[in-house]
């Protein structure tokens, strides 16, 4: 595939569980003069060293999941990206709600300093019991929550072409209402538990 600065096409993904289908925020953005945002070379995936579901899907069966996803969105006319894998995150063998912000919040500004040689990751991360989704967005979400995927973009003086350019996104897949789930007390258990469709439609955003 050859390198693109094509506006990357991984979206929002936010599986509603009181409907059958993935919930998708814009997946188009832009800066103030209207200018999308496009990815800058090609696109590196940093994944984790765990697993979405241990018994369930092991973390080469992880890995399998995202790539068909990419490769869905690769299949687009008009689509012209460029994605590899990268080194794994360094996480010790799984991340979890302790170390993920080592990776989720890492190298953002320097992903921006226009040196070709620093480093960006763009973490994918398995949260397999949900209290990564649980500690970005509150008590019990992990049950209603199953995944967030965006990029991450920093403010410039200048708006321009500079401006509008990606280096740095993330995914988060959760793995909670995924048998076995655990429940927790005090909060609503999952409305659906997810087969294996609605993990594919998580992922590859088929709404």
Same mark, same amino acid.
């Given at each position: 595939?050859?390198?693109? %600065?094509?506006?990357?096409?991984?979206?929002?993904? @936010?599986?509603?569980?009181?409907?059958?289908?993935?919930?998708?925020?814009?997946?188009?953005?832009?800066?103030?003069?209207?200018?999308?945002?496009?990815?800058?070379?090609?696109?590196?995936?940093?994944?984790?060293?765990?697993?979405?579901?241990?018994?369930?899907?092991?973390? $080469?069966?992880?890995?399998?999941?995202? $790539?068909?996803?990419?490769?869905?969105?690769?299949?687009?006319?008009?689509?012209?990206?460029?994605?590899?894998?990268?080194?794994?995150?360094?996480?010790?063998?799984?991340?979890? %709600?302790?170390?993920?912000?080592?990776?989720?919040?890492?190298?953002?500004?320097?992903?921006?300093?226009?040196?070709?040689?620093?480093? @960006?990751? +763009?973490?994918?991360?398995?949260? $397999?019991?949900?209290?990564?989704? $649980?500690?970005?967005?509150?008590? @019990?979400?992990?049950?209603?929550?199953?995944?967030?995927?965006?990029?991450?973009?920093?403010? %410039?003086?200048?708006?321009?072409?500079?401006?509008?350019?990606?280096?740095?996104?993330?995914?988060?897949?959760?793995?909670? @209402?995924?048998?076995?789930?655990?429940?927790?007390?005090?909060?609503?258990?999952?409305?659906?538990?997810?087969?294996?469709?609605?993990?594919? +439609?998580?992922?590859?955003?088929?709404?």
């Amino acid at each position: 595939m050859k390198k693109s %600065r094509q506006l990357f096409v991984l979206v929002l993904l @936010c599986l509603s569980l009181s409907a059958p289908s993935a919930w998708a925020g814009s997946f188009l953005k832009s800066n103030i003069n209207g200018q999308a945002f496009a990815w800058k070379g090609q696109v590196i995936l940093n994944a984790e060293q765990g697993a979405l579901k241990e018994g369930v899907y092991d973390h $080469e069966a992880s890995l399998k999941l995202v $790539e068909e996803a990419f490769h869905q969105w690769l299949s687009v006319p008009g689509v012209d990206l460029d994605f590899v894998w990268g080194p794994q995150l360094s996480d010790g063998g799984n991340t979890t %709600r302790t170390n993920y912000r080592e990776f989720y919040d890492s190298s953002l500004h320097a992903c921006y300093d226009d040196d070709e040689d620093t480093e @960006c990751l +763009s973490p994918i991360i398995f949260d $397999e019991d949900g209290s990564i989704i $649980e500690d970005l967005f509150g008590s @019990c979400t992990q049950f209603s929550t199953m995944g967030v995927a965006s990029f991450k973009e920093i403010s %410039r003086q200048d708006i321009g072409e500079e401006a509008t350019i990606i280096k740095k996104a993330y995914a988060i897949f959760s793995g909670a @209402c995924i048998a076995p789930v655990v429940e927790k007390e005090g909060c609503p258990p999952c409305e659906r538990i997810l087969d294996a469709e609605d993990v594919k +439609s998580l992922i590859t955003h088929e709404a």
